[in-house]
């Protein structure tokens, strides 16, 4: 069944309104995992002054997550000289992380949760995967306070965000967040 | 704009904010290792730093300090600098790295600090000791912190007068 839309009603998009216990509006809680080198993080730090992609993921060893990466990394190139970051998080170990990320030649900061112990709090277990247990495919936009500007389910793949989207979600917070976004001209 | 300048002296450190000896991986004496945290250059050769390495509490420790021959610098966004900051996030991150600089648009140099061996290791393919001469130096304790890595994948400096990673525009 479809819904049709009524006139002035706004075109649907992948954005979500809530995501397990996230929703659009509030903030994601400051935890604090192991990076890819084993080192312990809190997600306020890498966040610092700057929007952020936050991404949840299942594993290396899903093709969803394989071709979504590739469009990661296609942002990549743009956030490296746009003061924009990203962080993706999983249940695997550091060691695997750090193997998924030097295999992809990703330059950002991969968090590990194998203990599941966020992925509780957070309410992102992908309850369908009884093997492996891992999050729910998720990506988040936030500001330096952890407040969650956009978010994506990506259960279905067609759910998650496109590099356009995440283009138009992170020029949106930068132009809340630099108060020099119209450029000073004479 | 930082104002935490470093400099390898051969006269005493005065009024450094803290300052160790530096010696050749063969034991020879290589100057002192001075940092200053203030607005004016401290010596003449003195490039500004990132201030968060700088811990006059730090242990001893392995630099790679890369620096141009006389005369000779690199705009800061010249492509050989852009990729050794790609590779500075790419592999596995040292206990600190920052670049050095002295003014807003050049790039003069780099220093990168390693404690641990897999980090010393790394020392001697340090991404900026590709585009000037290394030096691998010994460091006594009492100037050299650590620094958390950089989340990534930034590799724009957050004010062209600040060293990069330093990731702040405050």
Same mark, same amino acid.
Not at chain 1, 19 to 30: Q, R, T
Not at chain 1, 128 to 138: E, I, K, N, R, W
Not at chain 2, 38 to 56: F, H, N, S, T
């Given at each position: 069944?479809?819904? @049709?839309?009524?006139?002035?009603?706004?075109?649907?998009?992948?954005?979500?309104?809530?995501?397990?216990?996230?929703?659009?509006?509030?903030?994601?809680?400051?935890?604090?995992?192991?990076?890819?080198?084993?080192?312990?993080?809190?997600?306020?730090?890498? &966040?610092?002054?700057?929007?952020?992609?936050?991404?949840?993921?299942?594993?290396?060893?899903?093709?969803?997550?394989?071709?979504?990466?590739?469009?990661?990394?296609?942002?990549?190139?743009?956030?490296?000289?746009?003061?924009?970051?990203?962080?993706?998080?999983?249940?695997?170990?550091?060691?695997?992380?750090?193997?998924?990320?030097?295999?992809?030649?990703?330059?950002?900061?991969?968090?590990?949760?194998?203990?599941?112990?966020?992925?509780?709090?957070?309410?992102?277990?992908?309850?369908?995967?009884?093997?492996?247990?891992?999050?729910?495919? @998720? &990506?988040?936009?936030?500001?330096?306070?952890?407040?969650?500007?956009?978010?994506?389910?990506?259960?279905?793949?067609?759910?998650?965000?496109?590099?356009?989207?995440?283009?138009?979600?992170?020029?949106?917070?930068?132009?809340?967040?630099?108060?020099?976004?119209?450029?000073?001209?004479? | 704009? =930082?104002?935490?300048?470093? /400099? !390898?002296?051969?006269? %005493?450190?005065?009024?450094?904010?803290?300052?160790?000896? /530096?010696?050749?991986?063969?034991?020879?004496?290589?100057?002192?290792?001075?940092?200053?945290?203030?607005?004016? $250059? #401290?010596?003449?050769? /003195?490039?500004?730093?990132?201030?968060?390495?700088?811990? #006059?509490?730090?242990? #001893?420790?392995?630099?790679?300090?890369?620096?141009?021959?006389?005369?000779?610098? !690199? #705009?800061?966004?010249?492509?050989?600098?852009?990729?050794?900051?790609?590779?500075?996030?790419?592999?596995?991150?040292?206990?600190?790295?920052?670049?050095?600089?002295?003014?807003?648009?050049?790039?003069?140099?780099?220093?990168?600090?390693?404690?641990?061996?897999?980090? $010393?290791?790394?020392?001697?393919?340090? %991404?900026?000791?590709?585009?000037?001469?290394?030096?691998?130096?010994?460091?006594?304790?009492?100037?050299?912190?650590?620094?958390?890595?950089?989340?990534?994948?930034?590799?724009?400096?957050?004010? =062209?007068?600040?060293?990069?990673?330093?990731?702040?525009?405050?």
């Amino acid at each position: 069944m479809t819904t @049709a839309l009524t006139p002035g009603q706004a075109t649907p998009t992948a954005r979500e309104r809530a995501i397990g216990g996230l929703e659009v509006g509030g903030e994601l809680p400051d935890f604090e995992l192991l990076d890819h080198a084993g080192n312990r993080r809190r997600l306020s730090a890498l &966040v610092g002054g700057d929007p952020t992609v936050v991404q949840f993921f299942r594993g290396w060893w899903c093709p969803k997550e394989q071709a979504f990466f590739r469009r990661l990394l296609v942002l990549q190139d743009d956030a490296e000289v746009a003061y924009s970051r990203i962080v993706s998080i999983s249940v695997d170990p550091s060691e695997v992380n750090a193997a998924l990320r030097a295999g992809l030649g990703a330059r950002w900061t991969f968090l590990s949760d194998p203990d599941r112990d966020v992925l509780s709090q957070l309410g992102l277990r992908e309850t369908t995967d009884t093997l492996h247990h891992p999050y729910v495919p @998720a &990506v988040f936009v936030t500001d330096p306070e952890l407040r969650i500007h956009s978010a994506y389910n990506g259960y279905w793949y067609w759910g998650r965000p496109t590099h356009g989207e995440l283009v138009h979600d992170l020029r949106e917070l930068t132009r809340t967040l630099r108060p020099d976004w119209d450029a000073p001209t004479p | 704009m =930082s104002r935490c300048w470093l /400099a !390898l002296i051969e006269e %005493p450190a005065r009024a450094a904010d803290a300052a160790a000896p /530096a010696f050749t991986l063969d034991g020879r004496p290589a100057g002192t290792l001075a940092a200053w945290r203030q607005r004016a $250059k #401290p010596v003449r050769y /003195a490039l500004r730093v990132d201030e968060r390495m700088i811990d #006059p509490a730090g242990s #001893p420790a392995l630099i790679s300090l890369v620096l141009p021959p006389p005369g000779v610098r !690199l #705009p800061f966004d010249d492509l050989t600098v852009q990729q050794a900051r790609r590779r500075v996030l790419t592999g596995p991150f040292p206990d600190a790295v920052s670049t050095l600089l002295r003014d807003d648009s050049h790039f003069e140099g780099a220093i990168t600090i390693a404690r641990s061996p897999a980090d $010393k290791r790394w020392l001697t393919d340090d %991404p900026f000791g590709r585009i000037f001469p290394a030096r691998i130096l010994a460091v006594d304790g009492g100037i050299l912190g650590s620094t958390a890595a950089p989340t990534g994948p930034t590799i724009e400096r957050y004010g =062209s007068g600040n060293p990069w990673p330093w990731d702040l525009f405050s």
